[in-house]
């Protein structure tokens, strides 16, 4: 019996609900960053290389907010953040090792 | 409806690990996000030997379609995220209506791409129709890519929307619950990360100019 009640309380540990209105504020912060890539896009058309790089870290913000808040990153247990880091690294390595590869050409 | 929550053998515990199963739902999101992965430093290959041909072939896509279905997506996101809410706190009724509208949005997402396609069909920029047959060599590249990707993420939005039906069909039998939600919570997984390979999709094709 103590060993169920034991299980029960790690369990509710465990268990983060998150709550309708934080999914919504989420929500909220990423249909603005949403307005801000579009706006940047096309009122700052003349600024081309830089609108690239910045719509790239925008979207790349969005992306760390659904992961974190959508997907329960946050409250899950830290080997998920840590295996969505070992495969953010491999492959920022094939980007990076391949745009050295063609820019030296 | 509390007690059923599939099998559970005698005297050694339940026979569901939802956290395994969980991992396993990652391990395989991986293997999808190194396949679009690929598909991304192809683009970032060609893009860097053809910069102009990108750049105009960037201005034929319809970037208030694109925002659109930005949009529905982000909010697509956020009901099946919400339906696990319901779910936990044990409000089948209204984890399946989250379901619904998530499969809703999946439905709007599919027909705006439609419009979008028969728009560029129709100008003959399909892979092998008249006039894309006539582009520079950088443009024709850029359209390839735009098709096959965007018509790889179609693909997965159908499977999630799939997937999700499946989840509503359990859910609504009583199979998931608040004691067994994992495939809530996997199907979430999975239109995530659909809905993330088209954050990085819409700037890289609509926004690059």
Same mark, same amino acid.
């Given at each position: 019996m103590k060993n169920h009640s034991d299980d029960h309380a790690e369990?509710?540990?465990?268990?983060?609900?998150?709550?309708?209105?934080?999914?919504?504020?989420?929500?909220?912060?990423?249909l603005l960053l949403t307005v801000l890539t579009v706006?940047?896009?096309?009122?700052?058309?003349?600024?081309?290389?830089?609108?690239?790089?910045?719509?790239?870290?925008?979207?790349?913000?969005?992306? =760390?907010?659904?992961?974190?808040?959508?997907?329960?990153?946050?409250?899950?247990?830290? =080997?998920?953040?840590?295996?969505?880091?070992?495969?953010?690294?491999?492959?920022?390595?094939?980007?990076?090792?391949?745009?050295?590869?063609?820019?030296n050409r | 409806m509390k007690h059923h929550s599939g099998l559970v053998l005698p005297n050694s515990g339940h026979?569901?690990?939802?956290?395994?199963?969980?991992?396993?739902?990652?391990?395989f999101l991986f293997t999808e996000f190194l396949l679009f992965g690929g598909l991304f430093i192809v683009y970032m290959v060609y893009r860097m030997l053809?910069?102009?041909?990108?750049?105009?072939?960037?201005?034929?896509?319809?970037?208030?379609?694109?925002?659109?279905?930005? @949009?529905?997506?982000?909010i697509s996101s956020m009901t099946i995220a919400m339906s696990i809410t319901a779910i936990q706190l044990g409000n089948s009724k209204k984890?399946?209506?989250?379901?619904?509208?998530?499969?809703?949005?999946?439905?709007?997402?599919?027909? @705006?791409?439609?419009?979008?396609?028969?728009?560029?069909?129709?100008h003959g920029l399909f892979p092998g129709m008249a006039v894309f047959n006539q582009l520079p060599k950088g443009e024709s590249l850029f359209f390839y890519l735009y098709f096959f990707m965007t018509g790889l993420h179609a693909l997965h939005i159908l499977i999630g929307a799939t997937f999700i039906g499946v989840v509503i069909h359990r859910t609504k039998s009583g199979r998931l619950n608040a004691?067994?939600?994992?495939?809530?919570?996997?199907?979430?997984?999975?239109?995530?990360?659909?809905?993330?390979i088209w954050i990085y999709l819409f700037p890289l094709f609509y926004l690059i100019h």
């Open positions: 369990k509710a540990h465990e268990t983060h609900i998150v709550s309708y209105k934080d999914h919504f504020s989420t929500l909220a912060a990423l706006s940047i896009s096309v009122f700052g058309a003349n600024l081309r290389t830089l609108t690239v790089a910045t719509a790239m870290l925008i979207a790349t913000v969005k992306v =760390i907010v659904v992961a974190y808040y959508f997907m329960h990153l946050k409250f899950d247990k830290k =080997i998920y953040t840590w295996l969505v880091l070992i495969v953010v690294v491999l492959f920022a390595s094939f980007l990076i090792l391949t745009s050295i590869e063609y820019l | 026979n569901r690990d939802a956290e395994a199963s969980k991992l396993g739902m990652w391990l053809n910069p102009e041909a990108f750049l105009a072939a960037s201005f034929q896509l319809n970037v208030t379609m694109g925002s659109i279905n930005t @949009i529905v997506l982000l984890s399946i209506q989250l379901l619904m509208i998530t499969v809703a949005a999946s439905l709007v997402f599919m027909v @705006i791409k439609y419009f979008e396609w028969s728009a560029k069909i129709h004691g067994n939600y994992s495939l809530t919570e996997n199907a979430g997984l999975y239109w995530h990360l659909v809905d993330i």
